[in-house]
T-cell receptor, first 115, second 111 residues
Framework: DTGVSQDPRHKITKRGQNVTFRCDPI?????LYWYRQTLGQGPEFLTY????????KSRLLSDRFSAERPKGSFSTLEIQRTEQGDSAMYLC?????????????FGEGSRLTVL | GQSLEQPSEVTAVEGAIVQINCTYQ??????LSWYQQHDGGAPTFLSY????GLEETGRFSSFLSRSDSYGYLLLQELQMKDSASYFC????????????FGSGTQLTVLP
């Protein structure tokens, strides 16, 4: 298993454009999370999927953000009409849900720069 | 809401022992986790404490006191490769029992 993979690793876009990030979790993991991390801060929870169902969304996730996990495998995070404040690292994580520690396995992230 | 406090920076020399403290305020507490993140890398899981006491994993140990809302990560026999950011994270309620992370402690290990 290659772990959690994210694509693209870097994205530079102009304000107002739409961007989409993809996450491929560890194959046997049914739980998938999106987090956002800015420089010098810890990851902030955005949303959570169990299989294909989006079960929780943070108040940080404005209407411009949408996430999907259509077949319970990979997930996409789309940001519409990007703003400079959206510049951050977008991290995806997955877990099996069976570990008592709740260990999350993170990808290396997709870094978004909005000009 | 939840809040966590940890020192922003710690510096130590190779071979030394360092302790990174974390205090938290939260509701629906399930446990305290620690993650390591090297520059440009993914956060990786180090340890988890659900009950009071010390958990040891090799050179790393983690402690929790639920009554004091306090925990720490202890790193022994420091190596240069331990230079990284260390995040404490509380596992809270909800269906996701998602993690709420602190702002992180940047550890620098000097030769």
């Amino acid at each position: 298993d290659t772990g959690v993979s994210q694509d693209p690793r870097h994205k530079i876009t102009k304000r107002g454009q739409n961007v989409t990030f993809r996450c491929d979790p560890i194959s046997e993991h049914n739980r998938l999370y999106w987090y956002r991390q800015t420089l010098g801060q810890g990851p902030e929870f955005l949303t959570y999927f169990q299989n294909e169902a989006q079960l929780e969304k943070s108040r940080l996730l404005s209407d411009r953000f949408s996430a999907e996990r259509p077949k319970g495998s990979f997930s996409t995070l789309e940001i519409q009409r990007t703003e400079q404040g959206d510049s951050a690292m977008y991290l995806c994580a997955s877990s099996s849900g069976t570990s008592s520690s709740g260990e999350l396995f993170f990808g290396e992230g997709s870094r978004l720069t909005v000009l | 809401g939840q809040s966590l406090e940890q020192p922003s920076e710690v510096t130590a020399v190779e071979g030394a022992i360092v302790q990174i403290n974390c205090t938290y305020q939260t509701s629906g507490f399930y446990g305290l986790s620690w993650y390591q993140q090297h520059d440009g890398g993914a956060p990786t899981f180090l340890s988890y404490n659900a009950l009071d006491g010390l958990e040891e994993t090799g050179r790393f140990s983690s402690f929790l006191s639920r009554s004091d809302s306090y925990g720490y990560l202890l790193l022994q026999e420091l190596q240069m490769k331990d230079s990284a950011s260390y995040f404490c994270a509380v596992r809270v309620g909800g269906s996701a029992r998602q993690l709420t992370f602190g702002s992180g402690t940047q550890l620098t290990v000097l030769p």
